[in-house]
């Protein structure tokens, strides 16, 4: 039969605008999480990464927040551009050490820029 | 800098096939990743190695799959016989893990599409 892929949940914003994309991480031990850019035919980029003792950290014109108590996170991109036009994963990692150094990737979301 | 490097970027094969995916990481970077992405499963982590020693293979699907790194700058994903659920583009990323939270670099994959 036919396969069903994942169905990535779209964010479509004009040009200029600011985005703001969310994820939801099910591992309260995770100490350490990232944000990945992926454009097509690429691999995952890194964005920025925020550290569980931090709930706020900055970058250009990019902005990651954790509430570690919903396990929440979010990816805030200022002005969008074109080229911001991407999909965006959240990753995970748990306690440094005893062999957790992996990453567990989010879904993704897609960002769209509209101009 | 050379980042990540992959060969090959694209493979066709036939079910049955042998098929080895290569992976050069960054050079110093003592931690190399293997993910694989697809559409149903999105982006999940194979196994990966610290200082050239596998620490984690749980991700591994199936004893079809292995993979190698017999030195710090050289790694091999192997799938032996390939079947047609193992299409799918795989990533090799590394890192500097020093503290354990530094990002990973991603290459630029191998689309694998075994028929």
């Known amino acids: 039969g036919e396969s069903v892929g994942l169905h990535l949940p779209t964010l479509s914003v004009q040009e200029g605008d600011n985005s703001i994309i969310n994820c939801a991480y099910s591992n309260s031990a995770s100490d350490y999480f990232i944000w990945y850019k992926q454009e097509s035919g690429k691999g995952p980029q890194f964005i920025i990464d925020?550290?569980?003792?931090?709930d706020k950290r900055q970058g250009q014109r990019v902005t990651v927040l954790l509430n570690k108590t919903v396990k929440h996170l979010s990816l805030q991109i200022a002005a969008t551009q074109p080229g911001d036009s991407a999909v965006y994963f959240c990753?995970?990692?748990?306690?440094?050490?005893?062999?957790?150094?992996?990453?567990?990737f989010g879904k993704g979301t897609h960002l769209i820029i509209q101009p | 800098d050379a980042g990540v490097i992959q060969s090959p970027r694209h493979e066709v094969t036939e079910m049955g096939q042998e098929v080895t995916l290569r992976c050069k990481p960054i050079s110093g970077h003592n931690s190399l990743f293997w993910y694989r992405q697809t559409m149903m499963r999105g982006l999940e982590l194979l196994i990966y190695f610290n200082n050239n020693v596998p620490i984690d293979d749980s991700g591994m699907p199936e004893d079809r799959f292995s993979a190698k790194m017999p030195n710090a700058s050289f790694s091999t994903l192997k799938i032996q016989p390939s079947e047609p659920r193992d299409s799918a583009v795989y990533f090799c990323?590394?890192?500097?893990?020093?503290?354990?939270?530094?990002?990973?670099?991603f290459g630029p994959g191998t689309r694998l599409t075994v028929l």
């Open positions: 925020i550290r569980s003792n931090m």
């Open positions: 990323a590394s890192s500097l893990n020093g503290q354990g939270y530094n990002e990973q670099f």
């Open positions: 990753a995970e990692k748990g306690e440094a050490g005893g062999g957790a150094d992996g990453l567990t």
